[in-house]
């Protein structure tokens, strides 16, 4: 089981910086760090992804500890479309399956 | 981008019927596909993969018989919950993966889910 551990809700004001955290102590080498979030009623929505280094894309960045034991997904400015279940997932060579826990609720205070 | 459709987004049906649900990549071939289940306020769980032009593989727990998935093109495969019960009432989702294999290193991409409540 691909583990990952996420606190349960975050909340965050309106325009400000958000760092969510993921510790995923037992991944290999080869794992990918994968970043999804869902919306109430909607299917899960692609974040962002990385192996070692950092990665930022016009969503997110993501930070990846040097040790690759942990890693932070950061939200620039928080905006109240993104209130969210957050998922960070670790993605296995040779499986293709992702497999969710139960991720981090983001709350957006205006 | 690569997009993932799903449909009907909601469906009623009656205890006994069967239901079938469509997920289709619009834009990119997907020779896998996955299908998730997920009840209110719980996290996604994964039933089956659904391969093309193979049978599908389901997570353990899931019957297959009840779950009958068909994947008969690079883009189209079907959920159909045979015999609805009560409790089959659920949040079905449908995702792929755009890429060549290795593919565990690329984004999944999801349907917009099918909230099927079973009277």
């Known amino acids: 089981d691909a583990k990952t551990t996420q606190p349960n809700s975050m909340e965050s004001n309106e325009e400000e910086p958000v760092h969510l955290p993921c510790n995923h102590s037992?991944?290999?080498?080869?794992?990918?760090i994968h970043w999804y979030r869902q919306l109430p009623s909607q299917g899960p929505e692609y974040v962002i992804h990385?192996?070692?280094s950092n990665v930022n894309n016009r969503m997110a960045s993501l930070a990846i500890a040097e040790d690759r034991k942990s890693s932070t997904l950061i939200l620039h400015r928080a905006t109240l479309r993104d209130a969210a279940v957050y998922y960070c997932?670790?993605?296995?060579?040779?499986?293709?399956?992702?497999?969710f826990g139960t991720g981090t609720r983001l709350t957006i205070i205006p | 981008g690569a997009v993932v459709s799903q449909h009907p987004s909601r469906v009623i049906c009656k205890s006994g019927t069967s239901v079938k649900i469509e997920c289709r990549s619009l834009?990119?071939?997907?020779?896998?596909m996955f299908w998730y289940r997920q009840f209110p306020k719980k996290s996604l769980m994964l039933m089956a993969t659904?391969?093309?032009?193979?049978?599908?593989?389901?997570e353990q727990g899931v019957e297959k018989d009840k779950f009958l998935i068909n994947h008969a093109s690079l883009t189209l495969s079907t959920l159909t919950v045979t015999s609805a019960h009560p409790e089959d009432s659920s949040f079905y989702i449908c995702?792929?993966?755009?890429?060549?294999?290795?593919?565990?290193?690329?984004?999944?991409?999801f349907g917009n889910g099918t909230r099927l409540t079973v009277t």
């Open positions: 659904s391969n093309e032009g193979s049978k599908a593989t389901y």
């Open positions: 995702s792929a993966r755009q890429g060549k294999w290795p593919s565990y290193n690329s984004p999944l991409h």
């Open positions: 997932i670790r993605s296995q060579f040779g499986n293709e399956k992702l497999t």
């Open positions: 990385g192996l070692t």
């Open positions: 834009d990119f071939q997907a020779t896998t």
């Open positions: 037992t991944i290999s080498g080869t794992d990918y």
